[in-house]
């Protein structure tokens, strides 16, 4: 979504925005940690708002939280968030919801596009990641760690969207197009949660 949005001259991006866990600074949904997220916006070019959320966050804590960290991009005229959700319409109204509350309208530069044709596009366009969170209830725990490639594509079984937007994977994109430099990465610990997602720890090399 950021690369499309950098080539269109109808957005400019003036902050990406993600949650992390304050205990332990990672970010909730993939344990990607901190440090990497940052040094990944680093090398993009873009500055990186983080919004810390407790441990068992419910949704008007989150709501708090983000509206907080908000709140000084909307006094300086930012009237816009825009989303990667892909097709997921009860996502995607919540999200409009919730940011029309907050004074902002939610876009969606990806929305209802081919995952298949994308996933192909991005990887032939030279972007790389690698799967850094399984939910093992829909793929192997062996496909964590992998790059995200052609071979993975045809891999993963028919049921699995080849982006993971029903929560099948999650990734980590560490080069591309939009950076000024790759991120050396390297696995770590790999830690089971919730009976069923398998997630690596990347480690900045």
Do not use: K
């Amino acid at each position: 979504m950021v690369d499309r949005l950098l080539t269109d001259s109808a957005w400019r991006i003036v902050s990406l925005v993600t949650t992390i866990n304050e205990r332990n600074g990672r970010v909730a949904m993939h344990g990607t940690s901190r440090e990497l997220i940052s040094a990944q916006a680093e090398a993009i070019g873009l500055p990186l708002s983080l919004v810390p959320l407790p441990e068992d966050c419910d949704n008007a804590t989150y709501e708090q939280r983000l509206a907080a960290e908000l709140e000084s991009w909307h006094g300086r005229g930012v009237r816009h968030v825009a989303c990667g959700d892909l097709f997921l319409a009860d996502i995607r109204a919540w999200r409009e919801a919730l940011f029309a509350r907050l004074g902002f309208q939610a876009v969606f530069p990806l929305w209802q596009e081919p995952t298949a044709a994308m996933a192909r596009d991005l990887i032939d366009r030279g972007f790389r990641a690698c799967l850094s969170c399984v939910d093992t209830h829909a793929l192997e725990q062996d496909f964590l760690g992998r790059d995200l490639d052609h071979e993975l594509l045809a891999a993963i079984p028919d049921a699995v969207d080849p982006c993971g937007e029903n929560g099948e994977f999650h990734s980590f994109v560490h080069d591309g197009p939009i950076f000024n430099r790759p991120l050396n990465i390297r696995p770590g610990r790999t830690v089971l949660t919730h009976n069923r997602y398998a997630m690596l720890e990347l480690l900045a090399d």
